[in-house]
Structures are given as structure tokens and as C-alpha cells.
């Protein structure tokens, strides 16, 4: 169907094809003017909702600029105060902080945070860090971290314990030749004499003063000398040592000190009832005797002593008898019909006819102790366990007395 010119149709008409339109005038739309399509294909004009309309124009508002009327519209933030973020947004000096990803905080809240891990924005005294060595050399920082490194050196260490550097001599690992100012032999020279060192020339002149007069070597109250030994002339020569409390020695030969002088009592007699108890005569070697009444038996003690050993020596073989001897004492102020009382005993086998036996009072006793108090009457005795033949005995006692009051 064709038509030409102005064609105005009631009815309603469908096109199996495509439409065009041709010769268009151009013109403003109408709000709401727009051409669709429903879900028929039926060419629809689109509705005007009354709650909405074409954007006329864009303001911006506070802390924005920018906007416009026409065209593509750009907006710009700038100037935002605390005052356009929202309350929960924002965390400010009098509130507590939030560890999350959705708030943020002032400046102020920030100083509070930090100064709560203990950082202070306060000043310090310290405006900078110097060490100096001995050297001369100085390392110093005046800013940020003043890291130093303190390292020791062959024969030095360095420990450090909390704020306490300690430097400290490494045992073993010190050089003497490498020392600073170290002069070889300056002190001790055995090769020449020479002002200020030691040398045995030099040797008659020690411990003198400026007048010649021997000076005294004085250790004080609290601290006493230690020496472990001292050598007089070369090193082969003779050695002064000490080897136990109160004893020193002479190349190692003990030094009998007025507290230990040794006295020794030879006694000899004849017996053929030694399984009885028989007193020893320290006076007259042949006046032994059973009773303690004989005047030649005891000796006083002029100072507070010991007995330390006793020797046998018999002219038959007695080596498989037990031998007891006692050593008795009657203190002063006893009377001698009193007689005396046993101290200490010792026992042990009896010899043959040619060896000395030996019976050690300073340990091991059967009983009692080896004492003796100044002015005791001082007995011993020696008894067999059993029989024997007709022998003569040989004794030789060994006493320590105590002279450092004489």
C-alpha cells in the first residue's frame, strides 16, 4: 500500500520488516517524549515518573568544588572538616582507639596513642653520646640511634651485663713482650746488674731501707701475704716452702718451731712375765717395774707435749704376739699414791729378732688421744696378750713438747 502525501490511519498497523523514517525535522523532546519498545515489540512512549526527572544542573556542596549545568560534571573534594565525617568515622583525643580498618583518627588521638607505649615528646639532658679511647679517638653521635660497638682484642675480652661493660684479661692469651712500654728484663734481670732491677748482686741490699738498716715486710690485718715458695740463690738452690698449716720446709725437710721440738727417751730391760703389765723407767732404762710406785719410771712433762711414736726392738721373735702400750699420766694436783690415768693405747704385733716395729700415736689409736698437760707425771706401759721366754726389750720413745712459752 502506497500513499502520497499526508496519510492520517485509524487502525492499527504491523510491519513484517524494517521501518524507516526519513526527512526527520530536529526539535526539543518532551519530558517523557521518549519511543520503546514493550515486551510486545509495540512502539511505546515511555512514562514520566513523577519522582524523577532529567539532572538540570550539579552544585557543589561544603568542602566540594566544581559542578555545572551541561555537559559531563566534575566534582572536587577540598576543605572537609571534622564536622562532615560522620561520628563513628572518626576517632578523636577522648576516645579510646579502635584497632580496625573502618575508622580514622585525628591528630591528636595519634599523639595519645603513641604516648601511651611510654614515648614521651618531652627533651632530654642528652643531646649527644662520646666515647673517647685511650687512643685519643673519639666516636660520637648527636641523632637518631647512637649504636656503638665495643670489641676486645687478643688477651681482652668484653662481657656486657645490663647497663655494665665490664673489660676483663683473658687468661693465657696475654702477650708480655707485646705490652705497651714493656721493656725485656726491666725488673727481674738475672743477665747484669743494673739500678732498679732485681739481680744477685743486688740480692745482699733487699728489704733494706735508705739507711741500710733490714726493713720489715708487714702483711696488714685483712690481708695476709701469699707466697707459695721462695727461692734463696738460683732456683736449684734452696727452696722455702710451706706444706701445712703452721709447718714450712727447707727443701722439703720440715722447720721445727719452739711449738714442736722433738725429744726422744731410750729405755732397755729384761722380762719373762711381759704378759703382765710392766712401766717403762724413763730414768734408769733397767728399773721397768709392775707397779707405778717406782721412783725411776715417770718423767714430768716441763710443757704441754705428745707422744708420737713408740719403737720396739726385742732379742726373740715376738712378731706373733699383740703388743699394747699405754700411755698414762697423774696430773697435777693428784697425789702419786693415787696413780696415774690412761691417756691413750695403741696395739699392734710384736717384732721379730731383727726388725724394729713402730706403734703410731698420732692415729689410729685403740682408744683415747696422745696429750700431755704441762706438769703431768707421764707413764707408759706395755703388756703382751700372751707369754713369753725370758727376752730383753728395747724402747725408744718419740715426744713433742710445745717451748713457744719459754
Not at 30 to 59: C, F, Q, R, Y
Not at 215 to 233: P, R, V, Y
Not at 287 to 301: F, G, K, Y
Not at 382 to 387: D, E, G, K
Request: contains cysteine.
Amino acid at each position: 500500500m502506497k500513499f502520497f502525501g499526508q496519510n492520517i490511519q485509524d487502525f492499527i498497523s504491523r510491519f513484517r520488516n524494517d521501518v524507516f523514517l526519513e526527512s526527520i525535522s530536529s526539535g526539543t523532546i518532551a519530558s517523557g517524549g521518549h519511543l520503546g519498545l514493550d515486551s510486545n515489540n509495540k512502539i511505546v512512549k515511555a512514562a514520566v515518573s513523577s519522582s524523577s526527572g532529567d539532572i538540570e544542573g550539579v552544585t557543589a556542596g561544603t568542602g566540594l568544588s566544581g559542578g555545572g549545568t551541561t555537559g559531563t560534571v566534575t566534582l572536587n573534594v577540598s576543605g572537609l572538616t571534622i564536622s562532615e565525617f560522620a561520628g563513628a568515622s572518626l576517632t578523636t583525643s577522648s576516645e579510646s582507639f579502635a584497632d580496625n580498618d573502618t575508622t580514622l583518627m585525628t591528630s591528636a588521638a595519634i599523639n595519645d596513642r603513641i604516648e601511651s607505649f611510654g614515648y614521651t615528646t618531652n627533651d632530654g639532658d642528652i643531646t649527644g653520646v662520646r666515647l673517647t679511647g685511650g687512643d685519643g679517638n673519639v666516636a660520637s653521635a648527636s641523632s637518631g640511634s647512637a649504636d656503638f660497638t665495643l670489641t676486645g682484642t687478643s688477651g681482652v675480652d668484653t662481657t656486657v651485663s645490663g647497663t655494665t661493660i665490664t673489660f676483663r684479661a683473658v687468661n693465657g692469651e696475654i702477650d708480655h713482650d707485646s705490652l705497651q712500654n714493656f721493656v725485656a728484663a726491666e725488673h727481674v734481670d738475672w743477665a747484669s746488674a743494673s739500678a732498679g732491677t732485681i739481680h744477685s748482686t743486688n740480692i745482699p741490699t733487699l728489704n733494706q731501707d735508705t739507711t741500710g738498716a733490714a726493713g720489715t715486710l708487714t702483711a696488714s690485718t685483712s690481708n695476709a701475704l701469699g707466697i707459695g715458695s721462695i727461692e734463696l740463690g738460683h732456683a736449684s738452690d734452696t727452696t722455702i716452702a710451706r706444706s701445712a698449716a703452721g709447718i714450712i720446709t727447707v727443701e722439703g725437710k720440715q722447720v721445727r718451731t719452739a711449738n714442736r721440738q722433738i725429744q726422744a727417751t731410750y729405755s732397755s730391760f729384761t722380762a719373762d712375765d711381759i704378759d703382765t703389765k710392766h712401766y717403762i723407767a724413763f730414768n734408769d732404762g733397767d728399773s721397768e717395774n709392775t707397779s707405778t710406785t717406782n721412783v725411776d719410771l715417770p718423767i714430768i712433762a716441763p710443757f704441754d707435749g705428745k707422744l708420737l711414736r713408740v719403737n720396739l726392738r726385742c732379742s726373740r721373735n715376738i712378731s706373733s704376739h699383740t703388743m699394747t702400750f699405754r700411755l698414762e699420766t697423774q696430773a697435777v694436783g693428784v697425789n702419786f699414791s693415787t696413780g696415774p690415768t690412761i691417756v691413750g693405747t695403741q696395739s699392734g704385733a710384736g717384732c721379730n729378732n731383727t726388725t724394729m716395729t713402730t706403734y703410731d700415736f698420732t692415729t689410729s689409736l685403740d682408744s683415747g688421744d696422745n696429750l700431755i698437760d704441762a706438769g703431768d707425771a707421764v707413764y707408759l706401759s706395755i703388756q703382751s696378750n700372751t707369754s713369753a721366754a725370758s727376752s730383753k726389750y728395747y724402747i725408744t720413745c718419740i715426744w713433742e713438747w710445745d717451748y713457744s712459752s719459754l
